[in-house]
């Protein structure tokens, strides 16, 4: 009991880690004065590179041999999650940071609604009433936008689906090893926009934000999420990964005082209020039926 509170307490503290390291993209997004395409190659090849070093280095991980349970359900769910950060980093540069954040927030609700259709999975009318709370916070977030933008917000809802695919996609085939799929999924995201890809403006300065960049947002948050994770209830883990909507905005309003507008504060509060009303919600229904 002793070991699986010491691995319990870990968990929350790596899997909250990792989630600081994800809610940097947007600062790095702003940080960059090269095209999107750049972003999206340099950011691909280091994080891939970077989160084959975790894979080789870390037996916990499944190591090289992992690559090799990818399949076909596997190859999907990299050519997935690669249009899915094209469509991210997109829209960090096409809307505010504060509209990708609280935007992503929505995920667990589309991977619900997707599920039903899908796996034939009735969410429960918690969920419903949370989603319906979530949808009005956008809405109001969206309609009454000040620090946004329309085609930024459509690129994240977009987004939004993409990143619930992958989440009904690896319920449904548990057995992909995560950071392998993560790793290819990097590299798929950099062939992409090879065609339109050019090297100008792109300079040491640039580099090595991007080399840094990289690092932390995928090899430190998808590293430390991989390994803490595991040691955590599925709705702790969904409870922790919202946090990302408040720290996203607050790191690029400290560095770069980009302040959001007053129908985004009023709008992403409800969406986390849902977000995390909806998770403790499920965690004590789950609670009491163990009781039970």
Same mark, same amino acid.
Request: hydrophobic fraction near 55%.
């Given at each position: 009991?002793?070991?699986?509170?010491?691995?319990?307490?870990?968990?929350?503290?790596? &899997?909250? @880690?990792?989630?600081?390291?994800?809610?940097?993209?947007?600062? +790095? $997004?702003?940080?960059?004065?090269?095209?999107?395409?750049?972003?999206?190659?340099?950011? !691909?090849?280091?994080?891939?590179?970077?989160?084959?070093?975790?894979?080789?280095?870390?037996?916990? $991980?499944?190591?090289?041999?992992?690559?090799?349970?990818? !399949?076909?359900?596997?190859?999907?769910?990299?050519?997935?999650?690669? &249009?899915?950060? %094209?469509f991210f980093v997109s829209a960090l540069r096409y809307t505010s940071v504060a509209h990708?954040?609280?935007? #992503?927030?929505?995920?667990?609700?589309?991977?619900?609604?997707?599920?039903?259709?899908?796996?034939?999975?009735?969410?429960?009318?918690?969920?419903? &009433?949370?989603?319906?709370?979530?949808?009005?916070?956008? $809405?109001? /977030?969206? *309609? =009454?936008?000040?620090?946004?933008?329309?085609?930024?917000?459509?690129?994240?809802?977009?987004?939004?689906?993409?990143?619930? #695919?992958?989440? @009904?996609?690896?319920?449904?085939?548990?057995?992909?090893?995560?950071?392998?799929?993560?790793?290819?999924?990097?590299?798929?995201?950099?062939? +992409?926009?090879?065609?339109?890809?050019?090297?100008? *403006?792109?300079?040491?300065?640039?580099? !090595?934000? @991007?080399?840094?960049?990289?690092?932390?947002?995928?090899?430190?948050?998808?590293? =430390?999420?991989?390994?803490?994770?595991?040691?955590?209830?599925? #709705?702790?883990?969904?409870?922790?990964?919202?946090?990302?909507?408040?720290?996203?905005?607050?790191?690029?309003?400290?560095?770069?005082?980009?302040?959001? !507008?007053?129908?985004?504060?009023?709008?992403?509060? =409800?969406?986390? /209020?849902?977000?995390?009303?909806? %998770?403790?919600?499920?965690?004590?229904?789950?609670?009491?039926?163990?009781?039970?």
């Amino acid at each position: 009991m002793k070991l699986q509170q010491r691995q319990h307490q870990i968990g929350l503290i790596v &899997v909250a @880690l990792a989630v600081v390291a994800w809610s940097s993209a947007g600062l +790095f $997004t702003r940080l960059l004065s090269v095209d999107v395409p750049s972003i999206l190659f340099w950011r !691909g090849i280091f994080g891939a590179l970077g989160l084959l070093a975790v894979i080789a280095c870390l037996p916990i $991980t499944g190591g090289l041999a992992g690559f090799r349970k990818l !399949g076909w359900p596997g190859f999907a769910y990299a050519l997935i999650t690669a &249009v899915s950060m %094209v469509f991210f980093v997109s829209a960090l540069r096409y809307t505010s940071v504060a509209h990708v954040a609280i935007i #992503t927030a929505i995920v667990p609700f589309a991977a619900a609604y997707l599920g039903w259709f899908a796996l034939k999975e009735k969410p429960t009318h918690a969920a419903l &009433v949370a989603s319906a709370g979530a949808l009005f916070g956008v $809405t109001i /977030m969206v *309609g =009454l936008q000040q620090d946004g933008h329309w085609s930024g917000d459509t690129l994240a809802l977009v987004m939004a689906f993409t990143m619930a #695919t992958m989440i @009904l996609m690896s319920r449904r085939h548990p057995q992909i090893p995560a950071l392998q799929a993560t790793c290819l999924a990097s590299l798929l995201s950099a062939l +992409f926009v090879i065609p339109v890809l050019n090297f100008d *403006g792109l300079n040491s300065y640039e580099l !090595g934000t @991007l080399f840094v960049f990289s690092f932390v947002n995928q090899v430190i948050g998808f590293g =430390l999420f991989a390994l803490g994770a595991r040691w955590l209830p599925p #709705t702790q883990t969904a409870l922790i990964t919202s946090l990302e909507a408040p720290l996203a905005p607050l790191w690029v309003w400290m560095v770069l005082s980009e302040i959001p !507008g007053t129908a985004t504060i009023i709008g992403g509060g =409800l969406v986390l /209020m849902a977000v995390v009303g909806h %998770v403790l919600w499920e965690s004590r229904s789950a609670t009491q039926n163990q009781a039970a």
